[in-house]
């Protein structure tokens, strides 16, 4: 089985623009959840989609958002970036959504923004 | 969010050591506490999980102790080899609750031939 993909995997934009980045999870995972991880914060959790619903959001303002489509691949958009904002993107992707369930995380996409 | 706290940051083990690595929670409602294993370059992998309602989990050469009166817990690695040589993540979560896994901030682990 393939494991979970993320494009791209590196990425550079400047402040004020915004990015898209992609996940697709592992075949038949319903459930796909983004993280951020920077040095300083580690890894915190951003959102989580199961069946194309945003189920839960960690503390992160609007700016960031996300979707996810019918086959359960996951984009995350953030608009209006800020230096801050450079930071690895994590998706994980699971097979029933509860976080009992095996949390496979893909490479990450490396954000740099300028 | 409530915190997991970590320790050490940084760890040098010889070969064939114990490495042990040490997580605090706050939330007495967490009830599912993963570790998580990441190499450059990679996304973390699970490594073991355990639920409060044991106090000790092994696979292999890794052991999860837990602490539920403490909240703590805390990973074992048994005759540690080089190839262990990776970022370690203890993380938790309420499994019903809204905020996915909170993950310590990482301890870096080196295994020395």
């Known amino acids: 089985k393939a494991g979970v993909t993320q494009t791209p995997r590196y990425l550079i934009k400047t402040r004020g623009q915004q990015v898209t980045l992609s996940c697709s999870p592992i075949s038949g995972h319903r459930s796909v959840s983004w993280y951020q991880q920077t040095p300083g914060q580690g890894l915190q959790f951003l959102f989580e989609y199961f069946s194309e619903t945003q189920r839960n959001k960690g503390n992160f303002p609007g700016r960031f958002s996300g979707r996810q489509f019918s086959n359960s691949r996951s984009e995350m958009n953030v608009s209006t970036l800020e230096l801050g904002d450079s930071a690895l993107y994590l998706c994980a992707s699971s097979s029933a959504g509860s976080l009992y369930n095996e949390q496979f995380f893909g490479p990450g996409t490396r954000l740099t923004v300028l | 969010q409530q915190q997991v706290k970590q320790s050490p940051q940084s760890l040098i083990v010889q070969k064939g050591g114990i490495s042990i690595i040490n997580c605090a929670y706050e939330?007495?409602?967490?009830?599912?506490f993963p570790w998580y294993q990441q190499f450059p370059g990679k996304g973390p992998a699970l490594l073991i999980a355990i639920r409060p309602d044991v106090s000790e989990k092994k696979e292999g050469r890794f052991t999860i102790s837990f602490n539920k009166s403490a909240k703590q817990f805390s990973l074992h690695i048994m005759d540690s080899q080089p190839g262990d040589s990776a970022t370690y993540f203890c993380?938790?979560?309420?499994?019903?609750?809204?905020?996915?896994?909170?993950f310590g901030k990482g301890t870096h682990l080196i295994i020395q031939p």
């Open positions: 993380a938790a979560a309420l499994v019903g609750g809204a905020d996915g896994l909170t």
């Open positions: 939330n007495t409602a967490f009830d599912y």
